[in-house]
């Protein structure tokens, strides 16, 4: 909660600081304006003086119109905030002072849900005891539906409003790593900025679509988003080298986003990365834009997954394409995760997956005798389950499976329910 008010505490400044902005800009403005009136005015004066020594028509005076640069924040303040966001950007306002301005606005109204949701409605006497104050159950209840209404509408109208993508906008004030600066670290300053700033805009045009789609993006949608992708190929082209831009995608595109998650503990080389890479890529640009829902579809995609290994079987050889099936297996992907993180030998994450295999097996088998009674499952699933916790302690000591049984060994737990 503490960040959180921090957060919205950062976004109230910043907001006053572009209110700040505007007011001393109209300031300006407005003392530029007056002086040019009076200069105007003694032009006036001079050539009045000058048409009488001139001639003795009478003078013909000049009409000075008063204008000035007066800025009110009501001219650009609306309760629609399509409009609001139309009226910053019409006065010049810059796009992150927007978000920003519209983040805290949001966030406020939603923050006051929130509270709403919190309070049992009672009025404060300061000699009642807390427990007045307290919500009911059925308030409990009716507050975690509103809680997780909120938590559900406030990503979908910051996306629909900025095009942006909520969790990411909060890592920038809580945990900012500089994720895109260290990815695309080998690019020169200027291109590294341009880029970013063209992947952020395509980002929000593309968050914009699929929140206008519900999830559900139509064909013309996905025309859209096809096209979308091709402009910013295009615009990429026009400001990176063909080696840069290639280096680009292998380091921000979902493809390659994808093989990283999928590829743990294949551990590929630069060349073997490059490699899978392309041929995925080339499956994913060509389903990437066709209705997945649609059988004829995902069994054209499976053919070419399939026909992708085929290829990758020559490039790879035998050794490594056994290793580049075993990863595909997301059991020992989590558990090669979890032996890196603890610093467990390479083959731990084998054995740990093995005993996996062998634990589900037994209870499968136990489960299919149609011999044994209910007791008697019953007492031989809890052996298999003791004795496959034994030999994990044994494996990993004390500490570490205490670590595995919360965060991963939850199929441990399962091996002994009938």
């Known amino acids: 909660m503490k960040l959180r008010s921090v957060l919205v505490i950062v976004l109230l ?13 109209w300031l300006a403005a407005d003392e530029v304006a007056t002086k040019s009136i009076l200069i105007r005015e003694e032009l006036a ?10 001639t003795a028509a009478a003078p013909v005076q000049e009409r000075v119109v008063y204008v ?17 966001i139309s009226n910053l950007r019409a006065i010049g306002c810059p796009e992150a002072t927007i ?40 308030q409990v209840e009716e507050r975690e539906k509103t809680l997780a209404q909120i938590d559900k509408e406030l990503p979908a109208v910051l996306r629909e409003l900025l095009g942006i993508n909520y969790e990411k906008e909060l890592d920038k004030y809580f945990i900012d790593t500089n994720e895109d600066e260290r990815r695309l670290a ?70 390659a986003d994808a093989l990283r998650k999928n590829l743990v503990g294949f551990n590929p080389s630069e060349s073997e990365f490059r490699e899978i890479y392309q041929r995925q890529k080339a499956i994913d640009a060509a389903f990437a834009y066709q209705d997945l829902s649609d059988p004829t579809v995902r069994a054209a995609k499976a053919a070419a997954e399939k026909q992708m290994e085929d290829q ?37 994450s084998q054995s740990l997956v093995e005993m996996r295999t062998v634990a ?32 994990l302690r044994q494996t990993l000591g004390e500490k570490v499976y205490t670590a595995y049984a919360q ?12």
């Open 68 to 84: 000035t640069n007066r800025f009110n924040w009501a001219q650009v303040e609306s309760a629609d905030y399509r409009i609001y």
């Open 407 to 418: 965060s991963a060994g939850g199929w441990v737990r399962e091996l002994g329910a009938n």
């Open 186 to 255: 080998f690019l020169p300053e200027d291109k590294r900025n341009s880029a970013i700033a063209l992947h952020e805009q395509y980002e929000s045009a593309r968050e914009r679509i699929l929140s206008a789609s519900g999830g559900h993006p139509t064909a013309a949608d996905l025309e859209r988003l096809q096209r979308l992708q091709q402009e910013m190929d295009a615009r990429l082209g026009q400001m990176l080298t063909p080696d840069e831009q290639f280096q680009f995608e292998l380091s921000t595109s979902p493809t």
């Open 312 to 348: 990758l079987f020559s490039a790879l050889g035998q050794g490594r394409m056994a290793d580049y099936q075993t990863v595909k297996n997301p059991d020992y992907r989590e558990v090669f995760a979890f032996s890196e993180r603890f610093d467990l030998p390479n083959t731990v």
């Open 13 to 25: 400044n910043t907001a006053v600081l572009c209110a700040g902005f505007f007011f001393f800009r």
């Open 45 to 54: 004066r001079e050539k009045q003086q000058g048409a009488s020594r001139s």
């Open 360 to 391: 589900e097996q037994q209870r499968g088998q136990l489960l299919a005798d149609n011999n044994l009674s209910d007791e008697k499952k019953a007492e031989a699933l809890r052996a298999i389950q003791a004795e496959t916790e034994k030999t």
């Open 99 to 138: 978000k920003d301005i519209i983040m805290t606005d949001v966030m406020k109204l939603y923050a006051q849900r929130r509270g709403q949701a919190s309070v049992n409605g009672r009025e404060f006497h300061y000699w009642e005891t807390d427990e007045k104050r307290k919500l009911k159950q059925r």
